[in-house]
């Protein structure tokens, strides 16, 4: 099979770890005979630099072209960089936030799982971390906080910040059935998280979620505040499946999700619309302090490229290759520097992002 892949590399160490994934594919490639073709495009503050705008037509067509979008990360350290400096439509995050709107990727599918070999590096009580957990956090990706309308203006003499919070019935529709599709696959129980006691547009979250949950009726539902998933995510994180909810608050919960999971390094993501189409990219950031030092964890980098032959094209056993890897290079006990936790230097071996590309890549097995 041919697979067309547009790769934005993006910032700080997103260009290191798309690198790594990319090795990875191309083992994927060479073993189950198929071909890979990748084609970078900027994105984010590289693109910034090179034309003055986070996102061009050109890479929106790129991507579009392409059967599936691999990215890495984007973005700089918001305190120091130039790019902050310029007008919040003009930064990095601006342009991930267009390339979603433009490619119509609503679902966020963030898989957190424990993997049994990182329990020590689990910084929750030790009956939580031995209880393991695997949630999928279906997050709402094209609406809500992050898309209304914002401005700053002075009102009565003092500057005043407006963000809108609009969802539509449709909005809301859509995610829901990906939710308890998803579900359905998984351990059929849906966990809807709200903020339902004060917002309206999380009224009518409930209200919708609880219409589309009469079509489903193998699948449990129940409603939860962020408030408390917040909290209870820390307590007992076994008690989730599919955790479903809206745009900002999804961006909270699964960073928290990401780091009960040992690190934050660990936890890849798609982002799809309705076709078979995705955007897959790592949960965190550009991390840029750590940029170009190769240590960075590319785990969540290659994980994501492998919902990419799971999800856009239904190369299951590929995607369990290297699912498997990943398993296998935690066992024998090698951990890039986020994955260290409070370990001794001596009980793991430490090694740094294109090493730990090239270990996935010797365990890349046919099944
Ligand atoms: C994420 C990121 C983005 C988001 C930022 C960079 C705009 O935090 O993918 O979670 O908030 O969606
Ligand atoms: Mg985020």
């Given at each position: 099979m041919?697979l067309?892949i547009t790769?934005?590399?993006?910032?700080g160490?997103?260009p290191?770890?798309?690198?790594e994934?990319?090795?990875?594919?191309?083992k994927?490639?060479?073993?189950?005979?198929h071909?890979?073709?990748f084609?970078?495009?900027?994105?984010?503050?590289?693109?910034i630099?090179?034309?003055?705008?986070?996102?061009?037509?050109?890479t929106i067509?790129?991507?579009?072209?392409?059967?599936?979008?691999?990215?890495?990360?984007?973005?700089?350290?918001?305190?120091?960089?130039?790019w902050?400096k310029?007008?919040p439509?003009?930064?990095?995050?601006?342009?991930?936030?267009?390339?979603?709107?433009?490619l119509?990727?609503?679902a966020?599918?963030?898989?957190?799982?424990?993997?049994?070999?990182?329990?020590e590096?689990c910084p929750l009580?030790?009956?939580?971390?031995a209880?393991g957990?695997?949630?999928?956090?279906?997050r709402?990706?094209?609406?809500?906080?992050?898309?209304g309308e914002?401005?700053?203006k002075?009102?009565?003499?003092?500057?005043?910040?407006?963000?809108t919070l609009?969802?539509?019935?449709s909005?809301?529709?859509?995610?829901a059935?990906?939710?308890?599709?998803?579900a359905?696959?998984r351990?059929?129980?849906?966990?809807?998280?709200?903020?339902?006691?004060v917002?309206?547009s999380?009224?009518l979250?409930r209200?919708?979620?609880e219409?589309?949950?009469?079509?489903?009726?193998?699948?449990?539902?129940?409603?939860?505040?962020?408030d408390?998933?917040?909290?209870?995510?820390?307590?007992?994180p076994?008690?989730f499946?599919?955790?479903?909810?809206?745009?900002?608050?999804?961006?909270?919960?699964?960073d928290?999700?990401?780091?009960?999971?040992g690190?934050?390094?660990?936890?890849?993501?798609a982002?799809l619309?309705?076709?078979?189409?995705?955007?897959?990219e790592?949960?965190?950031?550009s991390?840029?302090?750590?940029?170009?030092?190769?240590?960075?964890n590319?785990?969540a980098?290659?994980?994501s490229?492998?919902?990419m032959?799971r999800?856009?094209f239904n190369?299951d056993?590929e995607a369990?290759?290297?699912?498997?890897?990943?398993r296998k290079?935690?066992?024998?006990?090698?951990?890039?520097?986020d994955?260290?936790?409070?370990?001794?230097?001596?009980e793991?071996?430490?090694?740094?992002c294109?090493?730990m590309?090239?270990?996935l890549v010797?365990?890349?097995?046919?099944?």
């Amino acid at each position: 099979m041919k697979l067309n892949i547009t790769c934005i590399p993006g910032d700080g160490i997103g260009p290191e770890i798309v690198a790594e994934a990319k090795k990875v594919l191309n083992k994927v490639a060479e073993v189950y005979g198929h071909e890979m073709i990748f084609k970078d495009v900027l994105m984010g503050g590289c693109s910034i630099d090179a034309y003055g705008v986070p996102l061009t037509q050109e890479t929106i067509d790129a991507a579009k072209a392409a059967d599936a979008v691999l990215m890495g990360s984007i973005g700089g350290n918001t305190s120091t960089s130039p790019w902050y400096k310029l007008e919040p439509s003009k930064r990095p995050e601006a342009g991930l936030l267009g390339i979603r709107k433009a490619l119509g990727l609503f679902a966020n599918l963030r898989p957190a799982y424990l993997y049994p070999q990182l329990k020590e590096a689990c910084p929750l009580k030790e009956e939580a971390a031995a209880r393991g957990f695997d949630m999928m956090i279906m997050r709402e990706l094209t609406g809500g906080l992050y898309f209304g309308e914002r401005y700053t203006k002075e009102v009565n003499g003092e500057l005043t910040a407006t963000d809108t919070l609009v969802y539509k019935e449709s909005e809301i529709r859509r995610i829901a059935i990906k939710a308890f599709e998803v579900a359905r696959k998984r351990r059929k129980s849906v966990i809807s998280v709200d903020k339902a006691n004060v917002l309206d547009s999380s009224r009518l979250w409930r209200k919708v979620v609880e219409e589309v949950a009469k079509d489903y009726p193998d699948v449990k539902l129940e409603h939860m505040l962020v408030d408390n998933c917040a909290m209870q995510l820390v307590r007992d994180p076994a008690q989730f499946d599919v955790v479903l909810t809206e745009n900002m608050f999804g961006d909270i919960l699964s960073d928290e999700a990401s780091m009960i999971t040992g690190s934050i390094g660990m936890l890849p993501s798609a982002s799809l619309n309705d076709s078979s189409f995705g955007l897959y990219e790592p949960s965190h950031g550009s991390a840029p302090d750590i940029a170009g030092k190769n240590i960075a964890n590319p785990i969540a980098t290659v994980l994501s490229a492998a919902m990419m032959l799971r999800y856009t094209f239904n190369l299951d056993k590929e995607a369990d290759s290297i699912e498997n890897a990943v398993r296998k290079v935690l066992e024998e006990g090698y951990r890039t520097t986020d994955l260290m936790g409070n370990a001794k230097e001596s009980e793991f071996k430490k090694v740094g992002c294109s090493e730990m590309g090239d270990l996935l890549v010797e365990r890349i097995l046919s099944l």
